[in-house]
């Protein structure tokens, strides 16, 4: 099969759902690293008119749009599942995809994990605390939200690991290292719990920002001659 290709900047939870993906299916990839000064520049946008990340290429096909990526490899690389068969369960797969997208990306990720995280080590901001303070109620809605949802399962949709965790765990994991996570998760250690048993996953740990900052640094270096 075709090698796959991810363009992306380091560290995306995003770029790091579909790399985790890759990786519970045992697939060859390589990392198109991507700067900050890349972004929304002319190679960008010829991968991605909106200027987002991750890109896959797989031969001669490209997709943007993580949602679509992971459901794509899962479709191409049928084994192991990663959606359920079940029209109930994959609904809520389905449900709880968008609930990252919509929600915990918007009112979590982007306003907490950019002033604790993205801003201060790629682009040496200083957290905007307002910005955070506003950002925590709702914040906290989707963390509630998760909770709920997850309930007393191993996994968020039941017994079996799904795509919804694949794109979920990246983003819990960045907001775990913020100081807001003790209060996002006070009253949900099932979320807690939930996070460590993603995070001792082999692709969890395989594509760790440390671990796909490095794979970047390799694509990078010149090739002997």
Same mark, same amino acid.
């Given at each position: 099969?075709?090698?796959?290709?991810?363009?992306?900047?380091?560290?995306?939870?995003?770029?790091?759902?579909?790399?985790?993906?890759?990786?519970?299916?045992?697939?060859?990839?390589?990392?198109?690293?991507?700067?900050?000064?890349?972004?929304?520049?002319?190679?960008?946008?010829?991968?991605?008119?909106?200027?987002?990340?991750?890109?896959?290429?797989?031969?001669?096909?490209?997709?943007?749009?993580?949602?679509?990526?992971?459901?794509?490899?899962?479709?191409?690389?049928?084994?192991? $599942? =990663? !959606?359920? /068969? @079940?029209?109930?369960? *994959?609904?809520?797969? #389905?449900? %709880?995809?968008?609930?990252?997208? +919509?929600?915990?990306?918007?009112?979590?990720?982007?306003?907490?994990?950019?002033?604790?995280?993205?801003?201060?080590?790629?682009?040496?901001?200083?957290?905007?605390?307002?910005?955070?303070?506003?950002?925590?109620?709702?914040?906290?809605?989707?963390?509630?939200?998760?909770?709920?949802?997850?309930?007393?399962?191993?996994?968020?949709?039941?017994? $079996? =690991? !799904?795509? /919804? @965790?694949?794109?979920? *765990?990246?983003?819990? #994991?960045? %907001?775990?290292?913020?100081?807001? +996570?003790?209060?996002?998760?006070?009253?949900?250690?099932?979320?807690?719990?939930?996070?460590?048993?993603?995070?001792?996953?082999?692709?969890?740990?395989?594509?760790?920002?440390?671990?796909?900052?490095?794979?970047?640094?390799?694509?990078?270096?010149?090739?002997?001659?």
């Amino acid at each position: 099969m075709k090698e796959f290709i991810v363009h992306t900047i380091p560290g995306s939870p995003f770029a790091r759902a579909a790399l985790a993906t890759l990786e519970e299916k045992g697939a060859r990839y390589r990392l198109v690293p991507m700067t900050p000064q890349d972004m929304r520049g002319p190679r960008h946008l010829a991968l991605h008119p909106f200027g987002r990340v991750p890109i896959l290429e797989h031969g001669d096909f490209r997709v943007y749009e993580t949602q679509a990526i992971l459901r794509y490899l899962d479709r191409v690389l049928p084994r192991p $599942a =990663l !959606t359920p /068969a @079940d029209p109930q369960f *994959a609904a809520r797969m #389905d449900q %709880l995809m968008n609930v990252n997208d +919509w929600y915990l990306f918007r009112d979590a990720s982007a306003p907490i994990g950019f002033q604790r995280v993205v801003g201060p080590l790629l682009l040496g901001l200083t957290p905007d605390e307002a910005v955070i303070a506003a950002a925590m109620p709702k914040a906290q809605l989707a963390f509630d939200e998760l909770a709920r949802l997850l309930s007393a399962n191993p996994f968020m949709t039941g017994d $079996a =690991l !799904t795509l /919804a @965790d694949l794109i979920i *765990a990246p983003h819990l #994991d960045m %907001l775990s290292g913020t100081p807001e +996570w003790a209060t996002l998760t006070r009253a949900h250690p099932n979320l807690i719990t939930w996070l460590e048993r993603m995070n001792a996953r082999p692709s969890m740990q395989a594509t760790t920002p440390q671990r796909v900052m490095a794979m970047a640094q390799a694509t990078a270096l010149p090739k002997a001659s």
